[in-house]
Each structure stands twice: as structure tokens, then as C-alpha cells.
């Protein structure tokens, strides 16, 4: 069989309580994307792309949320919570059906990194099950990995059954075990409930594998890579974790950060080189900027492509289907929602540009408005190369205006402009000579 076919069990059943939420605990996003999609993904990455996922009974949301990261994903439902090697024998059919490798992974544990994963699939190469460990600062509450003198595992103590001299270990299980082809259900059938928890542990696997004459080894990983959240502190702790290798990982690739910590990116943000990010920008998913972009500072940007060599804001907010051709300017205060501004264009103050098509070069003036909402439809606006509309313009769609016409400013613009015209629609300059004179006089008598 391929690399590519080996499988992960996904834990998910976890009630999450502590997050005091509606959603399932690993529907909350980190850089954007949910928990359980990390993992999913990391999970892909490492060769591990057959997938079963066990959940609580009622996940409907969670079920559709693995079912888009992992067409064809398995579900196992765990009614009871009895235990790690009870949810892990929930998806006992799918473990049977191969002499694969199996990974068993938790779905709140989503800052693993892929090669973390791939080092315990080579060291499944020379031992039978594989332990991720990490040292940690404070080992309370997890299981201890208890070593031999040649540094092969011996068993795995979970902190409530531990004595007092193995909870001075600091080496910790992060819960992440691999296992060689076929070793797995023969582990399960053995793990009984008798500790403190009244639980079937998964961990028990350790010492009945060595009663087995098989090998169990340990490899490790960063304690922040093995992060578990179970509250909101948890979650904001990984968001700060994954935005600071996200903001490395844009560094590296060639982008200048002026204040790195201040800028937030998900976890698919594109980034060309020579990009340059002032303070206070945020990206939302599904964003790719070309080469030599500058967006400067306070931006807000989602589901937008940026062309190489763009300017863009400050105060700019891009929302799904902007799309900017090469060397767009966008200035303060521009929004651009479902449009298409091409190469050279400028919206330089203060416009709303949505469901619009802006053609070459065109110059958008301050306070532009695409009035592309009736109530009930989004209609388009066309503008043509070379326009110029004039500042404080509303331009009620469905309208276009042809390539190099002009617009008064201040125009309410509800028909067809033609090519090189001038459209203007608003009421007629009238000036009174002497008006202003002869109304201040009026009402300084008044006042006497
Ligand atoms: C587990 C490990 C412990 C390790 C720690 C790392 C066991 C017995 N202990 O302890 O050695 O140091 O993780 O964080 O494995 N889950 C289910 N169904 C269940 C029980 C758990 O799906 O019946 C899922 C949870 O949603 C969670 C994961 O398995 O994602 C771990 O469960 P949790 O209760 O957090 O285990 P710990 O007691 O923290
Ligand atoms: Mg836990």
C-alpha cells in the first residue's frame, strides 16, 4: 500500500465544557480555519489521508466540517465518553481493514507539525508504537512517560495513578501515539478500566505492548507544538502561537513585517516578496498578494486577490471578490466588495466600490459610491478605461460608464454614460449677488 493510504483516528468526542460554547470545542478557529481542520490537514500532510474522525453523538456541524476538509472521511460516534482507548475502539472496523500504520491523534491538539508526524511514521520503521512526548514546564495532570535505560518506553503513568516519584517526570505524553500495522486491535482487546478514572486509557497500550515483546519509543516535539485547548485562554494561547510562525513564515518568504506582532494572518494568507505589511493589518482566509504590494497600516482584508506592485490603504477594507489587477492604488477609507479594479486604477479616499467592474486606469474620486443595492438584487457597475469620476459621485447600478467619459462630481448617475462624454446629474449653480450682505444686515437689526 502507498504511503498515502495510511490512516488517522482523529479523537473528537470531548464535550469541551470549559468553552462555554454552542459550537463543538474543535469548531473554534485558529488563523481562521477550525481545529479539527488543522489537524485534518497536518494529518494529510504526514501520508495519513485516510481519516476517521470520533465524535459526539448530535455533532452535525462538526460531521460536515471533517466531510469538506476530507471527502470520504470516516465518523465514529462515541456515545459514552469511557475513555481514550474506548473512543479509539469506536473506530475498530476501520483499524481491522488494514496492516497499515495507524496514527491516533486528538482534534484539540491542532499545532502538531506535519514533520513531527513523519518522524514517528520512520520510527515506526524500527519500534511497534511510537509516543510523541514533550518535556513540560509544568506536568500536572498529564501521563508521564516512564523510560528504560536504553531510552525505549516503558509505560506510560497517567498523572492520577502516578506515585509521587513519577510525578517528578517531567517527560509528558502529548496523547499523539502511532502504531505499526496490526498491533492496535490486539492492544485494544487487552485494556481494561481499573485506575483512579475508571477509564480505558489508551496509554495502558505501552505496558501491555512490552508484555507483548513489542518496542515502544518515544519521540518528541516542542511543548507549544503539543498545545491541548480546553478554554478560552487555551485558544487564544494557540492563536498567538500559530500567528507568530505564520508572521515568520512571511518574513522568511520575503515580505517585511514593520510590526510583526500587530499583524494577524490566516492560515492560508498567500504573500508574495518584497511585500511590505505596516502595523495593524488583518487577514481573513482565501488572500494572495503579488509581489512588491505595500499595504499600509490598519487594513482589513478577506477573500481578495492583490496584483503585484499594489498600494493599498491605509483604513482600506478588501471583502470578498475584490479582486485588484496589477498597480492599483487604494487609498483611506475605500472599501471594495465583489469587484474587479483593473491595472492601474486609483480609489484613492472615502468610496464604496461593490459589485463593480473599474476598468484600466481609471480615477475614482473621493466619495464614490456604487449604489448596488435595490433591497432585494446586487446590481453591477461598469466603468470603463480611462473614466473619471468626479469626488461624491453615486452611481445607481445596474449602470456603466463608457471607457474615457467623465463624471461631474456630485452626480447622482442613474443612466448609461457614453464613451468619452460628460455625464452630470445635480441641480444647477445659481448665484445672487449681494444675498450674503443683505442677510447678515437683516439679522443684525433683528438682534438690536
Ligand atoms: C490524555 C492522556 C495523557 C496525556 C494527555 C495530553 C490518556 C488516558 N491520557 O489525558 O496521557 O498526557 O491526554 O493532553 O489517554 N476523548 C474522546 N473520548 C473519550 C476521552 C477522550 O474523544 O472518551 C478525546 C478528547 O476529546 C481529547 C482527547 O481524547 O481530544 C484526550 O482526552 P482528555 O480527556 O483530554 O485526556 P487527558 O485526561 O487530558
Ligand atoms: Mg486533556
Known amino acids: 500500500m502507498s504511503i498515502s493510504e495510511k490512516r488517522a483516528i482523529v479523537l473528537a468526542a470531548g464535550m469541551g465544557t470549559r468553552m462555554k460554547s454552542a459550537l463543538p470545542k474543535v469548531m473554534h478557529k485558529i488563523a481562521g480555519r477550525s481545529m479539527i481542520a488543522h489537524v485534518l490537514a497536518i494529518a494529510g500532510r504526514a501520508g495519513f489521508a485516510q481519516i476517521t474522525a470520533v ?78 512526548g514533550f518535556e513540560a514546564a509544568d506536568p500536572t495532570g498529564y501521563g508521564r512517560l516512564i523510560l528504560e535505560a536504553n531510552g525505549e518506553l516503558a509505560a506510560i503513568r497517567e498523572h492520577a495513578d502516578a506515585s509521587d516519584e513519577e510525578r517528578r517526570i ?31 486509557y489508551l496509554t495502558d497500550a505501552v505496558e501491555l505492548a512490552k508484555q507483548a515483546g513489542l518496542r515502544c519509543a518515544v519521540v518528541t516535539a516542542g511543548e507549544d507544538d503539543v498545545l491541548g485547548i480546553n478554554s478560552r485562554p487555551q485558544l487564544a494561547q494557540a492563536e498567538a502561537i500559530m500567528q507568530g510562525r505564520l508572521r515568520a513564515a512571511a518574513m522568511a518568504g520575503g515580505a517585511s513585517l514593520h510590526d510583526p506582532a500587530s499583524v494577524y494572518f490566516s492560515f492560508d494568507t498567500k504573500i508574495g516578496r518584497d511585500v511590505i505589511i505596516e502595523p495593524c493589518v488583518v487577514f481573513g482566509p482565501g488572500v494572495s498578494i503579488g509581489d512588491d504590494v505595500v499595504i499600509k497600516g490598519f487594513c482589513h482584508i478577506e477573500q481578495a486577490r492583490i496584483a503585484k506592485g499594489c498600494v493599498i490603504g491605509p483604513f482600506a477594507r478588501l471583502r470578498p471578490g475584490a479582486e485588484l489587477a496589477a498597480g492599483v492604488k487604494l487609498g483611506n477609507f475605500v472599501e471594495i466588495k465583489q469587484s474587479r479594479v483593473h491595472e492601474g486604477a486609483k480609489i484613492s479616499h472615502l468610496s464604496y466600490i461593490g459589485d463593480a467592474e473599474i476598468g484600466c486606469n481609471a480615477n475614482i474620486g473621493a466619495g464614490t459610491i456604487t449604489c448596488n443595492y435595490d433591497g432585494f438584487n446586487k446590481n453591477l457597475t461598469k466603468i470603463g478605461e480611462g473614466a473619471f469620476i468626479g469626488s461624491n459621485s453615486a452611481l445607481v447600478a445596474p449602470v456603466s460608464i463608457g471607457p474615457g467619459a467623465y463624471i461631474g462630481s456630485g452626480s447622482v448617475i442613474t443612466k448609461d454614460v457614453p464613451a468619452d462624454a460628460l455625464g452630470v446629474a445635480r441641480g444647477k449653480q445659481v448665484e445672487k449677488t449681494g444675498w450674503a450682505s443683505a442677510f447678515r444686515r437683516a439679522n443684525a437689526k433683528k438682534g438690536k
Open 55 to 132: 465524535i459526539g453523538p448530535e455533532s452535525g456541524a462538526l460531521e460536515d466540517e471533517i466531510g469538506r476538509q476530507v471527502p470520504g472521511a470516516r465518523i465514529a460516534y462515541q456515545e459514552e465518553r469511557l475513555g481514550t482507548a474506548h473512543a479509539v475502539g469506536m473506530a475498530r472496523g476501520d483499524i481491522e481493514e488494514t496492516d497499515d500504520d495507524i496514527l491516533v491523534l486528538y482534534g484539540d491538539t491542532p499545532l502538531i507539525r506535519a514533520q513531527t508526524l513523519t518522524l514517528m511514521s520512520e520510527e515506526l520503521t524500527r519500534a511497534d508504537l511510537v509516543v510523541l
Open 170 to 200: 517531567t517527560l509528558c505524553n502529548s496523547g499523539v501515539m502511532a502504531f505499526r500495522g496490526g498491533v492496535l486491535p490486539g492492544l485494544l482487546d487487552r485494556i481494561g478500566n481499573d485506575n483512579a478514572k475508571e477509564e480505558y
